[in-house]
């Protein structure tokens, strides 16, 4: 048998990136037929080293390109001339990125001018809306044109990908954000917020930060969680600000004091999981809380126009309702009110997988390496 190991250069900037490719990482560490190297780009930096702790994961580089009010041309730019940089002198195998973020995508761009073979974890999500959300939907799909691996969480994105007339081989995974999110579960992990008991009350678990809803949106938002709150003596709302001034300065001014409205930092990989756990439902912009939630058994009304995870929608584990307050107050009404509709959603199965992705990746990795290189 060869003693021949492959070097894989994986790729990070964020803490949804770090929770999906955590599980990646540890799989490809612990195989022997594998040299792996971790990547970070800088572009969240305490929100990843929560996350890189939890998982024992260390970086073997770091660019450190975060900045204040830093542009999304910031962030392309110096990643992708650090980025560049480091393959030349380490030579990759592969270069392994996920999802839609502008680390990825600068970094699949750096590979491919080292013509380099990319593979793409969480590939294939489409809203067919070039700018909703933004910049994530462009970044995906200019990340799938010069991808050789793409590894698909649902049978959805396997298709958006054949649309798409993608080169390179798609592989149908599931979601490694399900491998995390079980491997954390199985611990019960806490979550303590200050002053709020999680039994006395029907807790939301809210998370807002996209950029479109930015500005008008957002306070549209705020007023429906108020209303909400009016209407329900017996409910309170957890609210983790984003560390985005833009986001976070708006939403403490309209609801920093309300006695059940809990605005909290930004809660680590545990402790979210706990918060999930024990929270009634969730209202969120976020796409990771579309496929994590429904693993716990807890509905999702999710407070955009779009989603790129249309399967959630289908499946019924989520539903979207925009962000005009009416609508949120209405929709969220009937989860609160109606208990048939409510176990309806909480009872879904969950289309984004079984928590084996890692596996089924580790094997595609290995065959195409193989074949690329037989030594």
Same mark, same amino acid.
């Given at each position: 048998?060869?003693?021949?190991?492959?070097?894989?250069?994986?790729?990070?900037?964020?803490?949804?990136?770090?929770?999906?490719?955590?599980?990646?990482?540890?799989?490809?560490?612990?195989?022997?037929?594998?040299?792996?190297?971790?990547?970070?780009?800088?572009?969240?930096?305490?929100?990843?080293?929560?996350?890189?702790?939890?998982?024992?994961?260390?970086?073997?580089?770091?660019?450190?390109?975060?900045?204040?009010?830093?542009?999304?041309?910031?962030?392309?730019?110096?990643?992708?001339?650090?980025?560049?940089?480091?393959?030349?002198?380490?030579?990759?195998?592969?270069?392994?990125?996920?999802?839609?973020?502008?680390?990825?995508?600068?970094?699949?761009?750096?590979?491919? #001018?080292?013509?380099?073979?990319?593979?793409?974890?969480?590939?294939?999500?489409?809203?067919?809306?070039? #700018? /909703?959300?933004?910049?994530?939907?462009?970044?995906?799909?200019?990340?799938?044109?010069?991808?050789?691996?793409?590894?698909?969480?649902?049978?959805?994105?396997?298709?958006?990908?054949?649309?798409?007339?993608?080169?390179?081989?798609?592989?149908?995974?599931? /979601?490694?954000?399900?491998?995390?999110?079980?491997?954390?579960?199985?611990?019960?992990?806490?979550?303590?917020?200050?002053?709020?008991?999680?039994?006395? #009350?029907?807790?939301?678990?809210?998370?807002?930060?996209?950029?479109? /809803?930015?500005?008008?949106?957002?306070?549209?938002?705020?007023?429906?969680?108020?209303?909400?709150?009016?209407?329900?003596?017996?409910?309170?709302?957890?609210?983790?600000?984003?560390?985005?001034?833009?986001?976070?300065?708006?939403?403490?001014?309209?609801?920093?004091?309300?006695?059940?409205?809990?605005?909290?930092?930004?809660?680590?990989?545990?402790?979210?999981?706990?918060?999930?756990?024990?929270?009634?439902?969730?209202?969120?912009?976020?796409?990771?809380?579309?496929?994590?939630?429904?693993?716990?058994?807890?509905?999702?009304?999710?407070?955009?126009?779009?989603?790129?995870?249309?399967?959630?929608?289908?499946?019924?584990?989520?539903?979207?309702?925009?962000?005009?307050?009416?609508?949120?107050?209405?929709?969220?009404?009937?989860?609160?009110?109606?208990?048939?509709? #409510?176990?309806?959603?909480?009872?879904?199965? /969950?289309?984004?997988?079984?928590?084996?992705?890692?596996?089924?990746?580790?094997?595609?990795?290995?065959?195409?390496?193989?074949?690329?290189?037989?030594?």
């Amino acid at each position: 048998m060869s003693n021949f190991c492959h070097q894989i250069c994986i790729v990070l900037g964020t803490r949804p990136e770090a929770i999906k490719l955590a599980p990646v990482i540890q799989a490809f560490r612990s195989d022997p037929r594998f040299e792996s190297q971790v990547l970070l780009t800088g572009q969240h930096k305490e929100m990843v080293d929560q996350v890189m702790q939890i998982f024992e994961i260390k970086a073997d580089h770091n660019l450190k390109i975060m900045q204040p009010k830093q542009s999304l041309a910031d962030i392309t730019c110096r990643s992708l001339e650090g980025l560049q940089s480091l393959f030349q002198r380490s030579k990759p195998d592969l270069v392994l990125v996920q999802g839609d973020t502008t680390t990825a995508f600068a970094a699949a761009l750096a590979a491919f #001018y080292h013509q380099i073979p990319v593979g793409h974890v969480e590939a294939g999500l489409r809203t067919d809306n070039i #700018y /909703n959300p933004y910049p994530e939907e462009a970044n995906r799909r200019l990340i799938s044109q010069i991808t050789q691996l793409h590894f698909a969480p649902t049978t959805k994105a396997v298709e958006n990908l054949k649309a798409s007339g993608v080169t390179g081989t798609i592989h149908h995974t599931g /979601n490694t954000v399900i491998d995390a999110l079980l491997t954390v579960a199985d611990n019960h992990p806490p979550c303590d917020i200050p002053n709020l008991d999680w039994r006395q #009350y029907r807790t939301i678990l809210a998370t807002v930060h996209r950029r479109e /809803n930015w500005g008008t949106p957002l306070q549209d938002i705020a007023n429906g969680f108020l209303q909400v709150l009016d209407r329900f003596a017996d409910i309170a709302l957890v609210l983790p600000l984003h560390r985005n001034p833009t986001v976070r300065e708006p939403l403490q001014a309209l609801l920093g004091k309300h006695p059940r409205i809990f605005l909290t930092e930004p809660l680590d990989y545990t402790n979210l999981v706990g918060a999930i756990q024990r929270c009634h439902l969730l209202l969120t912009d976020s796409g990771g809380l579309q496929e994590e939630a429904p693993s716990l058994g807890k509905p999702v009304l999710v407070l955009r126009e779009t989603t790129e995870r249309p399967e959630a929608v289908t499946a019924g584990t989520a539903k979207l309702i925009g962000t005009h307050t009416d609508q949120i107050v209405a929709e969220t009404s009937h989860l609160l009110q109606d208990d048939d509709a #409510y176990h309806t959603m909480a009872k879904a199965i /969950n289309p984004f997988g079984d928590g084996h992705a890692s596996e089924q990746i580790i094997t595609a990795v290995q065959d195409f390496l193989q074949l690329q290189n037989p030594n």
